[in-house]
C-alpha cells in the first residue's frame, strides 16, 4: 500500500493547474512586453556591419528624416554594440563618478525621450539624440560621434596606412576603413555635416603648415630661462597628416638643437585632447632619447570577443600575451570576465635624429589631456623618459586606434575602444586616467615644476 503524504489527489490536481495557469500567463506576458530586440531587425552578419543601402524619405517640406522606428533600431543597436565589444562599460557603476548614473540609466532615460520624439524624426534632430546619449558616457574609450574629421581619416588615411603597416594590423586599418567609407555613410556626412564628394574639407585647409603650428605650439622660454614647449593639440590636419608631421619635426628639431646643452626641458601638455601619436614620439621622444635607445613600455588589456571586434581585428588579436604579466602588473587580480588578456610591448625607435641631450625633461598634465597625450603621459611614467607633473588625466591611452561602426539606418559612426586597459594599480585607464609623479592638487603644475627646477 503506498500513502500519499500531503496535498490529496483533488488537491493536487488543483495546485498543478494552478501553477500551469501561471507560467501561461507569464508567457504571454512576456510575449506582449516590449523589449530592445523588439525594436532591432538589422542582421550586422548579413550587411557585413554595413548599414542599409536605402535611401532617406523625404517630408512634406521637403527635409530629410527617419522614422521613429528607425531611430529606435539604430539607437538600441548602437548599446547592443557597444555592451558587447566595450568592456569597460560594465565596469563604470564601480567608480563613483557613474554609481548614480550608469550606462544602462543612461540608456533607458535617452530610450524613452527618443520613444516620445514624434514620427518623423529630421536627420539633424537624430543625430542629437544619438549625441546627448553618448555625451553622458565621455569620455570614457572614446565612446562617441565620429566627427566629420575622424570620418575622413578613417576612410583616407588609415586606407593609406594599411597598405604599408605590418601584417597584424592591416586588415584592423583596412576594415575600420570600409566601414567608414560606404554610400550610407557617406551620404549622412555630406548631409548632416556637410562633407564633399572629394571628403572632408577642413578649415586648416585654408592656413599654411606655419599658422597651424604656430597656433597650437609655444616654443619659448619659461622663467629662469628654461627652455619651454607648450603643445596644446596633437592634431594633425586630415588630408596632409604625413606632410605636416614632416613639418614639425623640423621645427621642434630646430628649437632642441638650440637648446640641447640645457639642464631641463619642460614640456606643457595641459589640456590637450589628443590627436597623431606620431606627433610626440617623433617631434619630441626621437630627438630626446640618447642615440640608438629604446625605451620600453607595456600595454596589457582586457579584451571582448564581440562580433563587431572578432570582424574587425579577426580571429587573432594583434597583440600577444606576455608569459610574465602579473610580474609587470601584480595588482590586477580579477580577470574573469574577459574573454581574452592580450599585451603589448611599445619601444620608442632609436632615432637617428636624436640631438644628444643629456638634461631632465619634465611633462605638466592635467585632467584635459587625453588619446594621444594620455599616451604619452603613460609612456613617460613607465620608461622614466620625464617627470610627469600635475593632476590626474582623462584617459584612454592605451591599446592603438578606436574602432567606429555605421548604425544601420543613417550611416553616422559610434566610435570605441574594442578593450579594457590596465592601470598599474589594476584600475581602468579608460575610467580614471593616470597618476602623475607628483601631484600639485590646486596648485599651478608650471610653478611648482620650476620650484622642483631651482630646488636642484
Request: proline residues 5%; glycine residues 8%.
Amino acid at each position: 500500500m503506498r500513502f500519499c503524504v500531503g496535498a490529496t489527489a483533488p488537491q493536487k490536481g488543483y495546485e498543478t493547474m494552478k501553477k500551469i495557469a501561471v507560467i501561461v500567463i507569464l508567457i504571454l506576458l512576456t510575449a506582449c512586453a516590449p523589449t530592445e530586440k523588439s525594436y532591432i531587425n538589422y542582421d550586422p552578419i548579413e550587411h557585413n556591419f554595413l548599414p542599409y543601402q536605402t535611401p532617406f524619405k523625404t517630408n512634406e517640406n521637403g527635409y530629410l528624416y527617419l522614422t521613429r522606428e528607425q531611430v529606435l533600431e539604430d539607437y538600441y543597436y548602437m548599446w547592443k554594440t557597444l555592451e558587447e565589444n566595450a568592456p569597460y562599460l560594465s565596469f563604470m557603476p564601480d567608480y563613483p563618478r557613474w554609481a548614480d548614473n550608469t550606462p544602462e540609466q543612461i540608456k533607458e532615460r535617452h530610450a524613452e525621450i527618443i520613444k516620445n520624439a514624434p514620427e518623423k524624426v529630421l536627420l539633424h534632430k537624430y543625430h542629437g539624440y544619438i549625441n546627448d546619449t553618448l555625451l553622458e558616457l565621455n569620455p570614457v574609450g572614446h565612446i562617441g560621434i565620429a566627427g566629420n574629421y575622424i570620418h575622413e581619416m578613417m576612410r583616407t588615411i588609415f586606407a593609406e596606412m594599411a597598405e604599408t603597416a605590418p601584417q597584424e594590423w592591416r586588415n584592423v586599418l583596412h576594415n575600420l576603413s570600409e566601414l567608414a567609407n560606404n554610400e550610407k555613410t557617406n551620404e549622412f556626412y555630406r548631409l548632416v555635416y556637410g562633407a564633399t564628394d572629394s571628403g572632408y574639407v577642413d578649415i586648416t585647409d585654408n592656413y599654411s603648415f606655419e599658422e597651424i603650428f604656430d597656433s597650437g605650439n609655444q616654443l619659448g622660454m619659461a622663467e629662469d630661462s628654461v627652455p619651454y614647449i607648450r603643445i596644446s593639440s596633437f592634431i594633425t590636419p586630415a588630408k596632409f597628416t604625413f606632410e605636416y608631421e614632416e613639418y614639425s619635426v623640423a621645427r621642434y628639431k630646430a628649437f632642441l638643437e638650440q637648446n640641447k646643452n640645457a639642464e631641463n626641458i619642460i614640456i606643457d601638455i595641459r589640456g590637450n585632447g589628443g590627436g597623431s601619436t606620431n606627433i610626440w614620439s617623433k617631434c619630441i621622444v626621437e630627438l630626446l632619447i640618447a642615440q640608438g635607445e629604446k625605451l620600453p613600455n607595456y600595454e596589457f588589456l582586457g579584451v571582448l570577443d564581440g562580433g563587431l571586434n572578432t570582424y574587425i581585428r579577426g580571429e587573432d588579436y594583434p597583440y600577444n600575451l606576455r608569459e610574465d604579466w602579473q610580474d609587470i602588473f601584480p595588482n590586477i587580480t580579477d580577470v574573469t570576465q574577459f574573454d581574452r588578456l592580450v599585451s603589448n610591448d611599445n619601444y620608442s625607435a632609436d632615432s637617428d635624429n636624436s640631438i644628444g641631450f643629456n638634461g631632465n625633461i619634465w611633462l605638466l598634465v592635467d585632467g584635459g589631456c587625453y588619446s594621444a597625450s594620455e599616451a604619452f603621459t603613460i609612456f613617460c611614467k613607465q620608461t622614466g623618459f620625464a617627470t610627469v607633473v600635475g593632476t590626474q588625466t582623462g584617459g584612454s591611452g592605451v591599446g592603438g586606434n578606436p574602432y567606429a561602426f555605421p548604425l544601420p539606418n543613417s550611416g553616422l559612426l559610434i566610435r570605441y575602444e574594442g578593450w579594457y586597459a590596465f592601470n598599474d594599480d589594476g584600475t581602468c585607464n579608460q575610467i580614471v586616467g593616470t597618476k602623475p609623479d607628483i601631484d600639485v592638487g590646486r596648485r599651478d603644475a608650471l610653478e611648482v615644476c620650476l620650484e622642483l627646477i631651482a630646488a636642484g
